[in-house]
């Protein structure tokens, strides 16, 4: 009789659970505008010389301080959107795989020493870096999805880069945070060496 | 008792699966309920980027510059949206043309950069002008029937409570970080114009 009752107990609890635990249907075909969105959110993220990049910028940025912590952050996506422009009416621009190698070594090796230069050179050299990056990655969008919504996420995601490596490079205010700082341009440098060994290879 | 709370435990599975089995189709999707046509007003503006933002940035761009801004923004640009959307009923059917949307995003987008400090009359005609354009543009893609004009309504209501909330949002903020972000947000919008501008006439 107890064995019974038991069982009926968890009879009604599995239905019970079995019934809340249902899954959404998923019966709608993701349409053009989410996967644009999503895909250009993505491709920047998926690629780890934009990644190394990106973060350096925001580790200089934090590195350097006002006004270089918002000009860069700023200053970059449009230059690299211009890059992507260049890239999008057909005009060439040479060795981009190099200059993506060279951003990541050049930048990680800004971090690395605390190079302080005026605002006006660390924009030019972030911009120009900036151009190529814009001009490899803008420019692929799959066929099919939205190209402006690729577009935004692109950039969105790109700008979360920057804030991550200025959110990172909040720790300058300590000592070991200094170090931790050298440390991570130092990574990134020397995967700018990698990318570049690749790219000559 | 041991009775008793079996029952009581019945009681509660017989009442968990009549409301399960006895619930209504949640009717969440606009095509199966309609929504009415202020809402698919509403929508429309919500999920069309190539509004969205650039009245985004525009709400921005009014927060900066204050409260008589915003107030200013609020009022004109759902005004002039919904006249520009009632030429665009009377109007042959027309597409929307990509370029010029890129063009708003860059103009609206490089003013927040800037922090341009507009005077408040350019201000009032930069967002009528916008609204007229893009209500235009919205009018002529609705069609002619009693409920283009409905959805409309809707339309405009969205405009007005984006603008309100954005534009009140960033009147409100006083640390310098955080007015920077809003400026690092016009330029993600004008970097995304730029992009758009390259897709169309890599598409022309």
């Known amino acids: 009789m107890r064995m019974a009752r038991r069982h009926r107990w968890a009879q009604g609890m599995a239905l019970l659970v079995a019934i809340h635990w249902a899954q959404n249907a998923f019966a709608h075909v993701q349409q053009g505008g989410a996967a644009g969105f999503l895909t250009g959110f993505f491709h920047p993220i998926s690629g780890l010389d934009h990644v190394l990049a990106m973060v350096a910028v925001g580790l200089w940025g934090a590195q350097l301080g006002a006004p270089a912590i918002w000009v860069l952050p700023v200053a970059f996506p449009l230059v690299m959107a211009m890059g992507g422009m260049l890239g999008l009416i057909g005009v060439p621009v040479p060795g981009i795989e190099y200059g993506i190698a060279a951003s990541a070594i050049l930048l990680g090796a800004a971090v690395l020493f605390e190079v302080r230069a005026s605002i006006v050179v660390t924009a030019l050299l972030v911009g120009v870096f900036a151009i190529f990056h814009g001009h490899a990655h803008g420019t692929e969008l799959p066929p099919g999805q939205s190209a402006l919504l690729y577009s935004m996420g692109f950039v969105i995601a790109t700008g979360c880069l920057h804030a991550l490596g200025i959110g990172i490079g909040a720790v300058h205010r300590w000592t070991w945070g200094q170090n931790l700082l050298r440390a991570a341009g130092a990574v990134v440098a020397v995967g700018g060496v990698f990318f570049m060994w690749k790219a000559l290879a | ?84 959307s009632l030429f665009g009923l009377t109007a042959a059917a027309t597409t929307g043309s990509a370029v010029l949307s890129s063009l708003w995003f860059l103009l609206l987008g490089g003013l927040v950069i800037a922090d341009a400090k507009l005077p408040l009359s350019a201000m009032t005609a930069l967002a009528a002008l916008f609204g007229l354009v893009h ?20 339309l405009t209501s969205g405009v007005f409570v984006l603008i309100v909330l954005a534009a009140a949002f960033v009147v409100q903020l006083r640390a310098q970080w955080a007015r920077i972000a809003v400026r690092v947000a016009g330029s993600w919008i004008a970097a995304s114009g730029l992009l758009m501008l390259g897709w169309s006439f890599r598409g022309s």
Request: hydrophobic share 50%; net charge neutral.
């Open chain 2, 1 to 84: 008792m041991r009775r008793l709370s079996l029952s009581r435990l019945q009681t509660c599975v017989i009442v968990t699966l009549a409301g399960v089995l006895c619930s209504e189709p949640a009717e969440a999707h606009l095509n199966s309920t309609g929504m009415g046509p202020i809402y698919d007003g509403l929508m429309h503006f919500l999920m069309t980027p190539e509004d969205l933002v650039p009245a985004l940035a525009l709400a921005l761009l009014a927060g900066l510059r204050g409260a008589a801004y915003g107030r200013h923004a609020s009022f004109t640009l759902p005004v002039a949206w919904l006249v520009g």
């Open chain 2, 135 to 154: 209500g235009y543009l919205n009018g002529t893609g609705m069609g002619q029937s009693g409920f283009a004009v409905v959805a409309l309504l809707g």
